[in-house]
């Protein structure tokens, strides 16, 4: 643990926290996509399968089942809730994300650490990880109407990343022979596809003006 991985960690915390705030106190999941939901429930249920057979730390433990219950349960909210499901966007949240789950498996299976099933799992939530933000970004981008706190919503999940892009490197200097690739490239993937949001986010925070993406 560094202050980087523990900066990541509760950013990520944060961002959960700001969307549970939206969808509990305005009863609203507004310009928030159910597709990127869904993948990050996947994401979080097929990476702590090892939470059944390894025990690493209480915090670790604690983390892993606030990921996972607070995942299913904003899908669920989306899915069922009387009036947050009201709000869902559905007509513009149209990315097709199965479609991108089936090539995330097949290099999981191709590429990992360990051919085993707990490993080519987590290899595949990585990947899965990298790609889930597309379908919130491309329905910002056609609705083009993004309240505050979506927009704090997916800033804080993509500062995240990049905190935990700063973990590794600290890792890689002070640990020997920390060398984790795929950990690396899916998480400089995932950060990279953030770079468009986080320029007009700025540009929205500095010229005090509603944000928008282009479409």
Not at 74 to 101: A, E, N
Not at 130 to 141: K, N, T
Not at 144 to 159: E, H, K, M, W
Not at 185 to 195: D, F, K, N, P, R
Request: contains cysteine.
């Amino acid at each position: 643990m560094n202050i980087f991985r523990l900066a990541g960690d509760m950013t990520h915390l944060a961002s959960v926290l700001v969307l549970l705030l939206k969808i509990h106190t305005i009863k609203s999941c507004a310009g928030i996509s159910l597709k990127t939901q869904e993948l990050y429930a996947l994401v979080f249920a097929s990476r702590y399968l090892d939470m059944f057979t390894s025990y690493v730390s209480f915090y670790n433990t604690v983390m892993k089942l606030i990921f996972l219950g607070s995942s299913f349960s904003i899908v669920w909210y989306m899915r069922h809730h009387k009036l947050v499901r009201r709000s869902y966007d559905k007509d513009h949240d149209t990315f097709r994300h199965f479609f991108i789950v089936l090539p995330c498996l097949i290099l999981a299976l191709l590429i990992h650490e360990k051919f085993t099933f707990i490993e080519v799992m987590w290899a595949f939530s990585l990947y899965l990880e990298a790609v889930a933000i597309l379908p919130q970004l491309v329905l910002l981008q056609r609705t083009r109407n993004i309240d505050n706190l979506t927009g704090q919503y997916v800033f804080l999940l993509g500062a995240y990343r990049a905190l935990y892009i700063l973990n590794w490197v600290f890792r890689f200097f002070t640990e020997p022979h920390y060398v984790h690739w795929i950990t690396w490239i899916s998480g400089l993937v995932q950060t990279l596809l953030y770079a468009d949001f986080f320029y007009y986010y700025f540009q929205s925070w500095k010229n005090n003006v509603k944000l928008e993406l282009p479409a």
